[in-house]
């Protein structure tokens, strides 16, 4: 009987101190991404048929773009051969993994448009913001893909980057995800002067 005691009383000493070493450990972050890009291109206005609205534009390589433009486009009777356009896209992504029982923000998704006044050169910007928080449904590591699922029960896999983040997962772990993207389109007419 001594002897049992003996050999609990022992394991609760050294579970007590594995448990003290493991909570003397730093928490092993959990993966997150913020990553951004903008890319802005400028081409040349060749050629525009103001009755059939069909545009075409040249950009600094030579290389020629043709389009019909859409009936938003309520400026185009200012848009003339020669004009500049730079179209600007922007987007970032920002995706963290929620802590254990950390209430799980609402989703969101909203969009804009803005135009230019009527009279003025083309110009408009469209933005989106998508929130949502989505769950960690299956890790599938040797192929490096990991299955989210959205508040609406939908899946969609995901291709990860780093071995060492998909192993950080875990399922049923929650993430945060937030992308936004946005499409700015000017026109200017180039200085005469040189």
């Known amino acids: ?3 049992n005691a003996s050999l609990a009383a022992a394991f609760a000493l050294s579970a007590t101190m594995a448990f003290a070493e493991e909570a003397k450990k730093p928490k092993e972050a959990k993966p997150t ?3 951004a890009q903008t890319v802005t291109f400028t081409s040349t206005v060749k ?10 534009l040249v950009g600094r390589g030579g290389e020629e773009v ?7 486009v309520k400026n185009l009777a200012q848009l003339k051969v020669g004009d500049e356009v730079t179209v600007t896209l922007e987007e970032s992504l920002k995706a963290r993994v929620l802590d254990p029982g950390e ?4 989703g969101s998704q909203t969009s804009k448009l803005d135009t230019a006044p009527i009279g003025a050169k083309p110009a408009g910007v469209a933005s989106s913001d998508v929130h949502i928080v ?7 590591v040797p192929n490096m893909v990991v299955t989210l699922k959205g508040a609406d029960g939908k ?3 995901v291709k990860a980057r780093s071995k060492a ?3 950080k997962l875990k399922v049923g772990d929650n993430i945060d995800i937030r992308a936004t993207k946005s499409l700015a389109v000017k026109v200017t007419t180039p200085d005469q002067k040189k």
Request: no cysteine; hydrophobic share 40%; aromatic share 4%.
């Open 134 to 140: 989505a769950t960690v449904a299956a890790i599938d």
């Open 1 to 3: 009987m001594m002897k």
């Open 33 to 35: 991404i913020d990553a």
């Open 165 to 167: 983040n998909i192993q």
């Open 47 to 56: 050629a525009v048929d103001q009755k059939t609205r069909v545009v075409t």
């Open 155 to 157: 899946t969609f896999p």
């Open 66 to 72: 043709t389009f019909t433009a859409d009936q938003r």
């Open 103 to 106: 209430s799980p923000p609402k």
